[in-house]
């Protein structure tokens, strides 16, 4: 009776064990269980338009359509191309301090049959339906500080930002602000911060991190961090740094993780991509291909590589994943804009590609 009492208490002992919190979990992948997959090129569309003061923010996929922002000096036009015909309407937002008017974009996120556009300079998330009409608008706090990237949920906006805090959850209903700022201070240099993917079902936000070391971290949606996956061999890509000059504002180097995007299994992860490390803005030919991640175990599960021909110099932007195809956004400032556009006088391109997933 002893031994089944003693066998009874270890047996509870180790079920509590279980269910006790084991930390952070670290999942370091070094290659794909299932190789590297090539997937064919189904369809390009021109987009020589869109705004590339955020080129990662910049357009969205939607039920088949792609929105993407252009900027002019008195107003905002978003493009709305159906992907597989190519034919187009416009939507056009006012510069002004209006309502329903833009000052400067960080980008635009489609929810919900909803367009989500966030001014930073008017420090709010201005609402759209599809057609273009103003429907609301969403301030924003200093409690989130600067965000260069968002996500749209049911329940929450998502930003991540640079300088003060890495990542931010506002709740849409009651206002609520959860904030998690950066480890060290920011002192110039490299740039930090990364780019959002959440899952809609779940509201587990991903974080990827621009520069190095590559890493992405998986929180729940009260921003309790789960897990941190990396992924080895991407050590020789600088990280992108910030500068000031008497021109513009801008990064030079390479974005690690320059967007991310998920179908509610498997996390979509763009391939380093951006400027040499020279602050000349020569970019970079680019070794074009996607990381997928298990979203729940954060182990790398395959690569998939597009079939390209050519060498594009520039970067690549994962904007969606729909219906098993993959959407990548791509800006090319070489030599392979006159083989996309072989009839065109254009010295560079942007251009949507669509790949199977598979």
Same mark, same amino acid.
């Given at each position: 009776?002893?031994?089944?009492?003693?066998? &009874?208490?270890?047996?509870?002992?180790?079920?509590?064990?279980?269910?006790?919190?084991?930390?952070?979990?670290?999942?370091?992948?070094?290659?794909?269980?299932?190789?590297?997959?090539?997937?064919?090129?189904?369809?390009?569309?021109?987009?020589?338009?869109?705004?590339?003061?955020?080129?990662?923010?910049?357009?969205?996929?939607?039920?088949?359509? &792609?929105?993407?922002?252009?900027?002019?000096?008195?107003?905002?036009?978003?493009?709305?191309?159906?992907?597989?015909?190519?034919?187009?309407?416009?939507?056009?937002?006012?510069?002004?301090?209006?309502?329903?008017?833009?000052?400067?974009?960080?980008?635009?996120?489609?929810?919900?049959?909803?367009?989500?556009?966030?001014? &930073?300079?008017?420090?709010?998330?201005?609402?759209?339906?599809?057609?273009?009409?103003?429907?609301?608008?969403?301030?924003?706090?200093?409690?989130?500080?600067?965000?260069?990237?968002?996500?749209?949920?049911?329940?929450?906006?998502?930003?991540?930002?640079?300088?003060?805090?890495?990542?931010?959850?506002?709740?849409?209903?009651?206002?609520?602000?959860?904030?998690?700022?950066?480890?060290?201070?920011?002192?110039?240099?490299?740039?930090?911060?990364?780019?959002?993917?959440?899952?809609?079902?779940?509201?587990?936000?991903? &974080?990827?991190?621009?520069?190095?070391?590559?890493?992405?971290?998986?929180?729940?949606?009260?921003?309790?961090?789960?897990?941190?996956?990396?992924?080895?061999?991407?050590?020789?890509?600088?990280?992108?740094?910030?500068?000031?000059?008497?021109?513009?504002?801008?990064?030079?180097?390479?974005?690690?993780?320059?967007?991310?995007?998920?179908?509610?299994?498997?996390?979509?992860?763009?391939?380093?991509?951006?400027?040499?490390?020279?602050?000349?803005?020569?970019?970079?030919?680019?070794?074009?291909?996607?990381?997928?991640?298990?979203?729940?175990?954060?182990?790398?599960?395959?690569?998939?590589?597009?079939?390209?021909?050519?060498?594009?110099?520039?970067?690549?932007?994962?904007?969606?994943?729909?219906?098993?195809?993959?959407?990548?956004?791509?800006?090319?400032?070489?030599?392979?804009?006159?083989?996309?556009?072989?009839?065109?006088?254009?010295?560079?391109?942007?251009?949507?590609?669509?790949?199977?997933?598979?």
């Amino acid at each position: 009776m002893k031994k089944i009492g003693t066998c &009874l208490y270890l047996v509870l002992l180790s079920l509590m064990w279980g269910c006790a919190p084991q930390g952070e979990v670290i999942q370091k992948n070094e290659r794909p269980m299932e190789g590297v997959s090539t997937v064919a090129f189904r369809r390009m569309l021109d987009t020589t338009e869109v705004a590339t003061n955020n080129l990662f923010y910049s357009a969205a996929v939607f039920q088949g359509r &792609l929105y993407y922002l252009e900027r002019r000096p008195d107003r905002y036009i978003i493009h709305v191309k159906e992907i597989d015909t190519g034919k187009e309407e416009n939507i056009t937002l006012n510069r002004g301090k209006g309502p329903g008017e833009v000052m400067h974009n960080l980008g635009i996120r489609i929810h919900d049959s909803r367009i989500y556009f966030c001014d &930073l300079l008017m420090r709010r998330v201005n609402i759209y339906d599809l057609q273009g009409a103003y429907l609301d608008e969403f301030a924003l706090t200093d409690e989130i500080g600067n965000p260069w990237s968002f996500e749209v949920t049911d329940e929450a906006f998502y930003f991540a930002g640079t300088i003060r805090f890495k990542l931010s959850r506002v709740d849409r209903e009651t206002g609520e602000v959860i904030s998690l700022p950066f480890e060290k201070r920011y002192e110039g240099g490299v740039l930090p911060g990364g780019t959002l993917s959440v899952d809609q079902a779940t509201g587990d936000v991903f &974080l990827g991190y621009y520069g190095q070391p590559y890493r992405i971290e998986k929180y729940d949606k009260r921003l309790e961090k789960i897990m941190t996956f990396t992924r080895k061999g991407l050590e020789k890509y600088p990280s992108p740094e910030y500068f000031r000059n008497e021109v513009t504002d801008g990064t030079v180097g390479c974005y690690l993780i320059s967007s991310m995007r998920n179908d509610g299994r498997f996390l979509y992860v763009a391939n380093p991509n951006g400027q040499d490390f020279d602050k000349e803005w020569r970019y970079r030919v680019m070794d074009y291909y996607f990381d997928v991640y298990d979203m729940k175990t954060g182990t790398y599960v395959r690569q998939i590589r597009p079939s390209m021909p050519q060498e594009i110099q520039g970067d690549n932007v994962l904007v969606d994943i729909e219906e098993g195809k993959l959407f990548s956004l791509v800006a090319d400032y070489g030599t392979a804009t006159k083989a996309l556009w072989p009839d065109s006088e254009k010295r560079s391109s942007r251009t949507l590609f669509v790949f199977d997933t598979e």
